[in-house]
């Protein structure tokens, strides 16, 4: 059975498992507490050195590591990957936004504010300038969804499996989405798809536990 290394409140992690709830793909949920320094165990830098969730643990115990490559991964040949070259391309090119231009803005604000609880000096100060790069990212993000349905080819796959992940917690960072009705129209219609699931959720098809 496939692992995964996660932490419940991680868009990153929740990308995975939302594929894999998608997919109908049975898994056991092992989750690590960031904030106490479970990924930068022995134990676990062996399965990621870079000692980040979400890492996938495979039948034959190879690991996958970065979000984005694991969804990939776990998609090809199914519905959620596009069958021509420019829609994949198109959805990469979503991919690389999301970890260039979105999450380490929108996630990082929220992960800061409302997630880990506290901030440095430091983080106060950087704190303008990572709200302004979110909101430069929904502009974007409204932008191209603009009278479509979803991000590529107007079909649901990985690109707005991506880009939901933190989206649709970004009022957790205090992103007001309130101007942007393209954006929260297509969080509606994400939300209202077959088999999706919310952040929070554990797999109950499947062995769920904490690291102690």
């Known amino acids: 059975m496939l692992r995964l290394y996660d932490f419940l409140p991680s868009g990153n992690g929740y990308k995975v498992r939302l594929v894999l709830h998608k997919l109908g793909l049975p898994f ?3 989750e690590l507490d960031i904030a106490k320094g479970e990924t930068r165990t022995p ?5 990621n050195s870079n000692g980040r969730i979400p890492t996938l643990e495979l039948d034959d115990g190879t690991c996958l590591a970065e979000s984005n490559a694991i969804i990939c991964y776990l998609a090809e040949g199914t519905e959620l990957w596009p069958e021509s070259r ?22 990082v604000v929220r992960a800061w504010t409302h997630v880990l609880g506290g901030m440095t000096d430091l983080q106060h100060a950087q704190l303008p300038g990572k709200i302004n790069g979110g ?16 991000l590529v080819d107007d079909r649901f796959g990985l690109a ?5 992940a933190y989206t649709h917690v970004a ?3 205090g992103f007001d989405l309130g101007k942007y009705p ?9 939300a209202a798809l077959p088999r999706h699931v919310p952040i929070t959720w554990r797999p109950t098809d499947a062995v769920a536990r904490v690291a102690s």
């Open 182 to 190: 393209a954006i929260r129209a297509w969080l509606d219609r994400v």
């Open 171 to 173: 009022d957790e960072g």
């Open 43 to 47: 134990e676990f830098l062996k399965k």
């Open 28 to 30: 056991e949920l092992i």
């Open 86 to 107: 420019l829609a994949r391309a198109r959805t990469l090119q979503w991919l690389f936004f999301e970890q260039y231009s979105h999450e380490p803005y929108i996630a």
């Open 135 to 150: 909101y430069q990212a929904l502009d974007v993000m409204e932008e191209a969804l603009d009278g479509k349905r979803f």
């Open 160 to 164: 707005d499996i991506a880009l939901y």
